[in-house]
């Protein structure tokens, strides 16, 4: 399904259809709000890569994420939490009409097969042993 457009019959206003693939960049951005800790965060506080952060507010059409308390602030579910540890699926892809999930793919996927591992104790230990060496070495120079 391509993007589509239609007629609000209602205003005359144009409605657009967005088709929503879950890629596998953003499984590594829920790894690394999963990993963060925080109760809530703000996007600038993750090491996050700029189109990361420019699509993390698309985590909340999976239910991953939710608003935190404050403007631009985000806090994980706990359906995000469980898709991480590798508990629960979520759909391929999704379709959104203003902001609202209005369709869902029948086809579900685990975080291991997206990415093709669950990120486990030795994953998220070895990330931060790897972040403490480049914070080092950045710190050298």
């Not at 759909?91 to 209005?102: A, C, K, Y």
């Not at 093709?116 to 972040?131: L, M, V």
Request: glycine letters at 6%; a positive charge.
């Amino acid at each position: 399904m391509k993007n589509t457009e239609t007629i609000c019959p209602h205003c005359g206003g144009i409605t657009i259809d967005y088709k929503l693939p879950f890629w596998k960049n953003w499984s590594w951005m829920a790894v690394k709000i999963y990993r963060s800790r925080h109760d809530q965060f703000h996007p600038r506080e993750l090491d996050l890569k700029f189109s990361q952060r420019a699509n993390l507010h698309k985590l909340r059409y999976w239910g991953l994420i939710e608003p935190g308390d404050a403007p631009g602030f985000w806090r994980m579910t706990d359906k995000g939490r469980a898709f991480v540890e590798g508990r629960v699926k979520i759909p391929s892809f999704v379709i959104t009409r203003r902001n609202q999930v209005i369709d869902v793919s029948p086809d579900e996927h685990y975080i291991q097969e997206i990415i093709g591992k669950i990120p486990s104790k030795e994953f998220f230990q070895d990330q931060a042993a790897e972040q403490i060496r480049d914070a080092t070495q950045r710190n050298l120079f």
